[in-house]
């Protein structure tokens, strides 16, 4: 079978879960990208995060042992800035709700980067660990006046080494609430970012990997492309379980090492050695082999019957081990993976 890097021309890849998480390296990562780079496929990192220039996170990236060049990078900071140039007549003010690296994202297209609402006709909002009630005061003014609000992306959390922090997403949720209005997103979940992504680099087998559901999976989903989940980030085995269908992927992994696995390995489906059987609302487990081919099947069977709440019931030793490891319970109780009380154990989020 041919390993699924070879199906691909390009892989756009996310970063934040997916390649590192802070400082480091996702383990297994930098060898899957080298050695997808040495069979001639190229990785674009298309990342939400619009902190940082293309060349920043290029040398982060380098720094970690990742091939990256500026130019392989694609953030939500230069599509919120396209986005922005397509409304609005050159020299437009623009109140920046963000990092330097957006500002310049935004004078680099003719239009005027700005601190104050006064004279602004458009907000644009991107992740900056430095942003406050001033700046999202001055963002509100603007808003209520009539702006036009681009959001970089709306990730309500940031994967790091000291766990989830609040995304941009978080900070946009406040201005929401502030302002009753909701803004354009540039970003995963919207296709535009990874569709300029595939088109700066001539992609015509484009595969999307990413760590979470509701941005890479289903950006990769409103774009049309094949998309692969790596349990790393964000997204666990019960999310996945209770994934709604705008946000199921075509294949799951535990990490990137997988893409020299096949495809038919990895795909969503029936699985040999597992068996998951509907009884009644809920799902059996009966088997024994891989785990992540477990789910595999347990997601493949409750997605055929359409989408809420479930349970799982392990039968046999085997099945109890593979759901513990899954998160999905395992105790020989029944595991609530989906359920409408969030706290619930395993409940998906």
Known sequence: MTPLRDQHDVLLADLDGTLYAGRAAV??????VR????HGVRTAYVTNNASRRPAEVAAHLAELGFPAEPADVATSSQAAAAMLAEQLPAGSSVLVVGTDALAEEVA????????????????VQGHNPQTGWAQLAEAAIALRAGAVWVACNVDATL???RGLLPGNGSMVAALRTATGLSPQVAGKPAPTLL???ARRTGAEAPLVIGDRLDTDIEGGRAAGMPTLLVLTGVSTAADLLAAPAAQRPDLVAADMSALVDASEVLRIGPQDGWSADRNGAG??????????????????AHWAAGEGPTTVRPDGDDAAAA???LGLGGDGATSATVADDATAPGAAR
């Open 323 to 325: 759901l513990r490891e």
């Open 27 to 32: 383990p297994g990562a930098v060898e899957a």
């Open 159 to 161: 994967p790091t080494e």
């Open 108 to 123: 680099g297209v003719g239009l005027v980067p700005v601190q104050e609402a006064a004279g602004a006709v458009a907000v």
């Open 283 to 300: 799902l059996v487990l009966s088997g024994a082999g891989e785990p992540l081919a477990a789910l595999r099947a347990l997601c493949a």
């Open 35 to 38: 050695g997808a780079a040495e």
């Open 195 to 197: 569709r300029d992504a």
